[in-house]
């Protein structure tokens, strides 16, 4: 082992701006692997595919990469740059880690970290946000931080508020021991999240996980849209609540991550991809931003969305035209029936009928 090449590799990403780095074994993670599978069987996994697409794979990285032997590990916050995004009238939240892309400087100081193993002549390969690879897990076994009760990955000073990232190596690097803390007692992030998702500590069903329905293809269920409220994309109030996260959230207090609703409906779709690039759209389609801000507008009630919405129940996308019918029900009430009833006349898809009958039934 070469401790001088662990230094070596831990003040370099150090200066290029991560927060911390760790390291560990590249050995499989079989607990990961199960509780995955278990997520999986229940259903609690949802639409998920990332990881869940192969729980094998996410949980050993040298099924994809061989030759690699050690994990360094780097987190980096997001905040307080990302700020906090206030609750105004006509207006959409974005969570806090996708105000800008957060992996961004994450890479960046892993490629400096990187570029030590490789000027060594050791093998490197980064991994971000990549389905080869469970990241929280990497990141609790070199110590780094803990599992919380959210299912995410806390460390003292930054709570839960940071990505992380890996460099597989063949290096052989002297690795950390895991962090001797957990929550203890506290539980505050369950009941803090708005659906129940967090449905036993430590266990997270993703089919009521804002976060995750907002960036999910397809009908939002009825059931869930008004708990969406303003959200635009992702959800932070099971991290909003984590303790270890008070201080460095108490310093986010420039006004970030608010966008406004009409403008979503009206920017041209290679405008919102663009804007938006570092967001998980499902086929990099703008019209899941639309579909989120016309859920977000029907439950804002302002009648300025009125006309927007009510063009929207005709849109040539059935996507668009099943939330603008419930947000239009909202926002007008039975002021909206005759635009209902014109609009089911002619309309051919079942799942736009089907949101139009019920509306009718209601008002």
Not at 64 to 87: F, K, N
Not at 105 to 133: F, K, M, N, T
Not at 209 to 217: G, N
Not at 291 to 312: C, K, T, Y
Request: glycine fraction near 10%; hydrophobic fraction near 45%.
């Amino acid at each position: 082992m070469s401790p001088s090449l662990r230094t070596a590799v831990i003040e370099a990403g150090l200066a290029a701006g991560l927060d911390r780095l760790g390291v560990t074994t590249a050995a499989p993670f079989p607990e990961t692997r199960l509780a995955m599978m278990g997520q999986i069987e229940s259903g609690r996994s949802g639409r998920l595919g990332f990881t869940f697409k192969d729980p094998e794979l996410a949980t050993d990285v040298t099924a994809s990469l061989p030759w690699a032997t050690h994990l360094v590990v780097g987190i980096r916050s997001y905040l307080p740059e990302s700020g906090s995004a206030p609750i105004r009238a006509g207006h959409g939240r974005i969570a806090r880690f996708a105000v800008e892309d957060p992996y961004r400087p994450l890479r960046q100081g892993l490629e400096a970290a990187a570029s030590i193993l490789l000027a060594a002549g050791h093998r490197a390969e980064i991994l971000i946000d990549d389905d080869r690879l469970v990241d929280r897990a990497a990141a609790v076994r070199s110590g780094l931080g803990w599992w919380g009760k959210s299912t995410v990955v806390i460390t003292p000073g930054l709570g839960p508020w940071f990505v992380i990232g890996s460099i597989a190596t063949d290096a052989a690097l002297e690795v950390d021991a895991p962090m001797v803390r957990s929550c203890g007692t506290c539980e505050a992030c369950l009941p803090a999240c708005p659906t129940g998702a967090l449905v036993a500590p430590g266990v997270l069903d993703t089919r009521r996980c804002l976060a995750a329905i907002a960036q999910s293809p397809g009908l939002i269920p009825r059931h869930w849209r008004a708990s969406l409220g303003d959200r635009l994309y992702g959800c932070d109030d099971c991290l909003d609540a984590c303790p270890p996260g008070f201080r460095i959230l108490a310093a986010a207090t420039d006004e970030r991550g608010s966008v406004g609703l009409g403008w979503i409906l009206t920017a041209a779709d290679r405008t919102l991809v663009d804007r938006f690039s570092h967001f998980y759209l499902p086929g990099r389609s703008a019209r899941i931003l639309r579909r989120n801000a016309l859920v977000a507008m029907g439950n804002d009630r302002g009648q300025e969305f009125v006309a927007p919405v009510s063009l929207h129940v005709g849109h040539p996308d059935w996507l668009l035209r099943a939330h603008a019918v419930w947000a239009l029900a909202r926002l007008g009430g039975n002021s909206v029936v005759p635009v209902l009833r014109d609009q089911l006349r002619h309309e051919r898809h079942p799942d736009v009928r089907g949101e139009i009958e019920t509306e009718l039934a209601a008002l």
